[in-house]
DNA sequence: TTTTGCGTAAACATATTGTTAAGATGGACG
DNA sequence: CGTCCATCTTAACAATATGTTTACGCAAAA
């Protein structure tokens, strides 16, 4: 945090929008780098490894949305934060971004203050050290005595679940894709077969009691509170 | 170094404070969470069971002051610590906060140093002198003789289960990863096989009689209370 | 309608641990 | 110095929990 030589990758159609926000950023400390469509922006995502994109949502050549699926579902690009650059007034993208698995948005016209206030929020979120534990709603994962509790009650799964569980309440409401959830609970090179999620996903519902997992379909899963 | 694993909770409004403190309470070896108002520091005491709290005098929705007051009326709060987060010139707040039942204070801006020496401190004064003797629900471990007491039998255990139970019952409830147990008993230069850590539960379970060990497949072992 | 994606249960495969007994080691002691 | 003895470790096998796949059903989308 105080060597602020985190790179920034903006993607817009519009100059103007590229300009404003690198005026910003790059006053703030931070290294930006733009691009004027997806497919730039893809492109300039595996040459220069950004820590943080900012995606119009609306551009040409692939759109912000579009974008951040290819991202996603590569495990490389999975700790990479996305921001969503939306227009005030739509709410439907939002709804759909956090889907794709976005980590925040900022609406324009971009207010100077607001967008580095955020920017600095979402880095100083990502270097905070994992917690032993979670909370979400009334479900709590203690990783150190290895059991979970929910409404008083106090629940053994077996590893996988575990996991599974812990990575979905580490952000409660995001959906994980499932590329997500197999590379970073099995890794890359084990691969298991589709259902194998699911059945794991079923054996977390059936011993939790609750309905706390959701599946976005075609998408993924994701903890609601 | 000393494996402290002390849960403390810091409660500030300004994030940039929660970040500085938590990010130097971790570096130290402490385990951390956060809350940005009185209510939340409340709720989160309940839940994470802090060894020590940081409150900030001037919060939203109880102030410093009065979540000391609340916590401080009920007897299973009373040996926690509290720290109260105070600006330089605010005498007042000390002569209140010692009234209250405080423990020490710091002033903020914070000093890193001033932070870890004055929070070490604390908890060295409160540290139990007999640490020699161990207890885990209805299981005593007594250091000194050697022996293990279970409901009023006197048991003799060979040295490694001895060390082996004496690990567990240092963090009740906590598991032991099959690793960490190989490198605080036998050291990381010493290699032994697999089935060596099961052999030793085995006979201690055999001696003690009662199930107080719990296999966390894929995992490790931990005592339960 | 056809296709796609997910839920479910049971069968199957695998990994991890439990158990037992048999060497290996080293100290105590006559 | 040799014997006894407790402890530690290992190997072999059994037992079980866990993980994965298969097969099929259902519902919503194309």
Not at 114 to 130: G, H, M, T, Y
Not at 148 to 158: K, P, Q
Not at 164 to 186: C, D, M, Y
Request: with cysteine.
């Amino acid at each position: 945090m105080d060597d602020n030589s985190k790179k920034i990758l903006i993607a817009d159609d519009e100059p103007d929008i590229l300009e404003i926000l690198s005026y910003n950023l790059n006053k703030e400390g931070y290294e930006t780098m733009t691009a004027k469509d997806g497919d730039e922006a893809l492109h300039k995502t595996k040459l220069f490894r950004p820590d943080l994109i900012m995606l119009d949502v609306m551009m040409p050549h692939k759109n912000g949305m579009e974008v951040c699926k290819v991202l996603r579902a590569q495990p490389s690009y999975q700790g990479t934060l996305i921001v969503f650059l939306t227009a005030l007034s739509d709410e439907t993208s939002h709804i759909k971004g956090l889907e794709y698995g976005a980590d925040d948005f900022i609406s324009k016209p971009v207010s100077p203050k607001i967008l580095i206030s955020k920017v600095n929020a979402l880095f100083r979120r990502v270097q905070k050290p994992d917690d032993k534990v979670l909370q979400a709603g009334n479900i709590i994962i203690d990783s150190v005595k290895f059991v979970v509790m929910v409404e008083g009650r106090e629940i053994i799964l077996a590893k996988k679940e575990f996991e599974l569980l812990h990575l979905l309440a580490t952000k409660p409401g995001r959906v994980f894709l499932r590329n997500e959830i197999l590379s970073q609970i099995w890794g890359t090179e084990v691969i298991v077969g589709d259902r194998t999620i699911d059945v794991h996903i079923r054996k977390i519902r059936q011993k939790l009691g609750i309905d706390c997992i959701t599946t976005v379909k075609g998408v993924g899963y994701k903890l609601v509170v």
